[in-house]
């Protein structure tokens, strides 16, 4: 049985994501000074909330896809968006004190060898 569009759609993207990750994470790896490591845990976690962000996005326009009234749209649109406002301020919280810990270490990056 064929899958409908949607699903072909949220599975690509995954696949994307999923790939797309590994090569950043793989590429990132290599670098060995530690402000090279705190921007690739900074730019691993910015990677990580992508992904959650558009999975939820994908999830939101499947369930749009079978609202059949008003009401329930309006439910369906205030649940989601008091939902990502939650996950948006921890993802916040989450980066600030990530950018806190990691922001001294990047400040000593010498880019001299990248340019």
Not at 4 to 22: C, I, R, S
Request: zero cysteines; glycine letters at 4%; charged letters at 25%.
């Amino acid at each position: 049985m064929a899958k409908d569009p949607a699903t072909q759609t949220q599975e690509t993207f995954e696949k994307m994501g999923t790939a797309a990750t590994e090569t950043f994470t793989n590429f990132m790896k290599e670098a060995s000074s530690a402000p090279l490591q705190a921007a690739r845990e900074y730019n691993s976690k910015l990677l990580e909330f992508a992904l959650i962000n558009s999975n939820a996005a994908f999830d939101y326009a499947q369930k749009l896809s079978s609202v059949k009234s008003p009401t329930e749209f309006m439910e369906l649109m205030t649940n989601h968006t008091r939902k990502q406002m939650e996950v948006l301020a921890e993802q916040t919280r989450e980066l600030s004190a990530l950018a806190g810990k990691t922001a001294p270490k990047i400040g000593n990056l010498n880019l001299k060898g990248l340019s």
